[in-house]
């Protein structure tokens, strides 16, 4: 069955835009989680949806945000854009009661 | 923060086992202790869990000692296509998060 779909798969965008990137879930998953990665944080967690509900937020800004749909497709905005935010964005996807998570191939966002 | 500590990187030789070591000395009786590795640019891998028993499968085998303080996760014969950073993570089994927390992981250099 697919995978973890995000689009785009690369961005490029100016300080003070804003920005939405797209995760569609492994059918059957209710479950969407966010990440992002740069070399100097590492992996850290964004925030987390299930059934169209934020369950768990990671420590960002309130510049960051998502929401889930009905059929568990997940996006992530990012207003106002900042340098450090270029970054690798991640979503995972799972059943949502504590089992492995499948991660998508990311958006990478370049703010310039 | 991050229950786990490995080291930043290792080498193997391809064809040989490669032993990955992680140590969570203060995780509790009900968490479980999951690896993913991260190939390079690309979203993180589920390759393996396990609480207490020793775990394997088609990837990997998971070792847990005894007093569950310290874990190995063990690719039996290693290939090039191995190389990257693999995170050891450990998890409470809640029913209301799916969330990691990925510390920095250990980066596998497999070499010819």
């Known amino acids: 069955k697919a995978g973890v779909t995000q689009t785009p798969r690369y961005l490029i965008k100016t300080r003070g835009q804003q920005v939405t990137l797209s995760c569609s879930p492994i059918s059957g998953h209710r479950s969407v989680s966010w990440y992002q990665q740069t070399p100097g944080q590492g992996l850290q967690f964004l925030f987390e949806y299930f059934s169209e509900t934020q369950r768990n937020k990671g420590n960002f800004p309130g510049r960051f945000s998502g929401r889930q749909f009905s059929n568990s497709r997940s996006e992530m905005n990012v207003s106002t854009l900042e340098l450090g935010d270029s970054a690798l964005y991640l979503c995972?996807?799972?059943?949502?009661?504590?089992?492995?998570?499948?991660f998508g191939q990311g958006t990478r966002l370049t703010v310039v | 923060d991050a229950k786990t500590t490995q080291p930043p990187s290792m080498d193997c030789a391809e064809g040989r086992a490669a032993n990955l070591p992680c140590n969570h000395s203060?995780?509790?009786?009900?968490?479980?202790v999951y690896w993913y590795r991260q190939i390079h640019s690309q979203g993180p891998q589920y390759i393996i869990h396990g609480l207490k028993n020793n775990e394997t499968n088609e990837m990997a085998s998971l070792i847990i000692t005894e007093d569950r303080k310290s874990s190995t996760l063990i690719l039996p014969h290693a290939t090039l296509r191995d190389t990257a950073v693999y995170y050891c993570?450990?998890?409470?089994?809640?029913?209301?998060?799916?969330?990691?927390?990925f510390g920095t992981g250990t980066r596998l250099q497999v070499f010819p």
């Open positions: 203060t995780i509790s009786g009900n968490e479980y």
């Open positions: 993570i450990v998890r409470v089994p809640m029913a209301n998060t799916d969330k990691l927390i």
């Open positions: 995972a996807s799972s059943f949502g009661y504590n089992t492995e998570a499948f």
